[in-house]
């Protein structure tokens, strides 16, 4: 399910089904609803559904690739929405919480034998930073000349994505009270195997001179963890 080269954007949910929403109700909704219909869109490319490895919550991640970031929220995608089943609006109603975010494509490394099987990665993280403004050309530089090759070298790598916010949707009545942050950068991260933040190459890739001169300008930053739940495909 690799992404199309002209994949420019980046739909990101982030979702916590709470205690007034049973998990096989959660999912057949997902599964058999709320993706889908979502794929109907020609400009959503694809979709896969992560869960949470790390104990922390939001539990699911979805990420769907896109043409562009303006249509995560554009004209098809609101049509799509306001035609949703009952069980769709009560859901996005009543689950506890629900992040929707768009980011703009940046940057995009992938390992040169990977195969359309291998993505998306069977594990993923996301790290995302706010850093000033003073500090984001270091920024920029570090992470593509040094910290994603550094990260390449990990037994399982895949692919290594980084993005720019363009919007974040989430209304008030869906944010919870989880206390997530939104920031401006955002990496994903895929692997073929788990355990990768155990590594020495791992530990190797987040210690070097560069990296502490660059943390210096970050003022925010939150790193998760996730395994492969669900993909799914656009129809034919």
């Not at 703009?104 to 403004?133: H, R, W």
């Not at 720019?164 to 942050?181: C, Y």
């Not at 660059?214 to 669900?230: I, P």
């Amino acid at each position: 399910m690799s992404p199309p080269t002209e994949a420019k954007g980046l739909s990101f949910v982030l979702l916590e089904p709470g205690p007034h929403v049973s998990e096989a109700e959660y999912h057949d909704w997902y599964d058999t609803e709320h993706a889908p219909t979502r794929l109907e869109i020609p400009t959503f490319y694809n979709a896969a559904r992560f869960k949470a490895v790390d104990g922390q919550k939001p539990t699911y991640l979805t990420l769907y690739d896109l043409s562009e970031p303006s249509v995560a929220d554009g004209p098809e995608y609101q049509a799509v929405r306001a035609k949703g089943s009952e069980r769709d609006q009560r859901l996005l109603q009543t689950v506890q919480y629900l992040n929707r975010r768009a980011y703009t494509t940046i940057f995009n490394s992938t390992l040169p034998s990977a195969s359309a099987s291998d993505l998306p990665g069977k594990f993923v993280c996301y790290v995302q930073m706010e850093v000033t403004p003073e500090g984001e050309a270091e920024l920029n530089k570090w992470y593509e000349e040094e910290h994603v090759p550094l990260l390449s070298k990990i037994n399982g790598w895949v692919r290594s994505r980084r993005y720019t916010l363009h919007n974040d949707f989430t209304r008030a009545s869906e944010s919870g009270d989880l206390g997530i942050p939104v920031y401006k950068y955002l990496a994903v991260h895929d692997f073929s195997v788990g355990q990768y933040w155990e590594t020495p190459e791992w530990k190797a890739a987040v210690s070097t001179p560069w990296r502490e001169k660059v943390v210096k300008n970050v003022t925010g930053r939150e790193l998760r963890h996730f395994e492969l739940f669900r993909e799914y495909k656009r129809p034919e």
